[in-house]
Nanobody, 127 residues
Framework: QVQLVESGGGLVQAGDSLRLSCAAS????????MGWFRQAPGKEREFVAR????????YYADSVKGRFTISRDNAKNTMYLQMNSLKVEDTADYYC????????????????????WGQGTQVTVSS
């Protein structure tokens, strides 16, 4: 089992920055890819970014590319999401997730391939 705990959310103004953290514990050696998803009120969950634990290969949703940066610290078993130039439309609950199974790299945009999920952290961006 892997436990994930997010932190770093909050209320900011448009244009501000936030850094989310996702601390992993338990069988962290089984993690292959970790990702960030978000869900805005009344909307479906959407993929934000992912990172492959072994080599830090990353991929971003078009909506955040160039503004968000995903990274990881192996020694701390922690993943980060640096969010810059925040927009009102970035308002959502943000969830980190970990996948331990192997799929095509492109499949890691799907929430179904992630086995472990955090409880979420709320990000609110005001205009």
């Amino acid at each position: 089992q892997v436990q994930l705990v997010e932190s770093g959310g909050g209320l900011v103004q448009a244009g501000d920055s936030l850094r989310l953290s996702c601390a992993a514990s338990g069988r962290t050696g089984s993690m292959y890819v970790m990702g960030w998803f978000r869900q805005a009120p009344g909307k479906e969950r959407e993929f934000v970014a992912r990172i492959r634990w072994s080599d830090s290969r990353t991929y971003y949703a078009d909506s955040v590319k160039g503004r968000f940066t995903i990274s990881r610290d192996n020694a701390k078993n922690t993943m980060y999401l640096q969010m810059n130039s925040l927009k009102v439309e970035d308002t959502a609950d943000y969830y980190c997730a970990a996948a331990s199974a192997f799929y095509l790299w492109s499949d890691y945009v799907k929430g179904d391939v992630y086995k472990y999920w955090g409880q979420g952290t709320q990000v609110t961006v005001s205009s």
